[in-house]
């Protein structure tokens, strides 16, 4: 189930991105999906999960109301809508496709793209 991220960049401090990630195959729509980032020198956090119909999300406490996660099943694709972002937003974000256990936890996913780099500037 190759997962590809897009859709990071450059962005000022208060702007917007939109990251996308799409799947291949048939299951997808049957999973949960989640972000994680990783900044420079610091290890995968996570950021946000959506279920697989869409009805139940969860984003972490730093990103809470400025991060919202959607999906079009019917696109094989996820999406992260992120808002007012903040220089402490830079990081490589992943997506994943979550298999078992807490969303929370990166060990609960069992396939990841390969990242998309966010940069944002003061």
Request: aromatic fraction near 14%.
């Amino acid at each position: 189930v190759p997962l590809q991220a897009s859709g990071g960049g450059l962005v000022q401090a208060g702007g917007s991105l939109r990251l996308s990630c799409q799947a291949s195959g048939r299951t997808f729509s049957s999973y949960s999906v989640g972000w994680f980032r990783q900044a420079p020198g610091k290890g995968r956090e996570f950021v946000a999960a959506i279920s697989w119909s869409g009805s139940t999300s969860s984003t972490a406490d730093s990103v809470k109301g400025r991060f919202t996660m959607s999906r079009d099943n019917a696109k094989n694709t996820v999406y992260l809508q992120m808002n007012s972002l903040k220089p402490e937003d830079t990081a490589v974000y992943y997506c994943a496709r979550h298999a078992s256990g807490s969303w929370y936890f990166e060990q609960g996913y069992d396939y990841w793209g390969q990242g998309t780099q966010v940069t944002v500037s003061s």
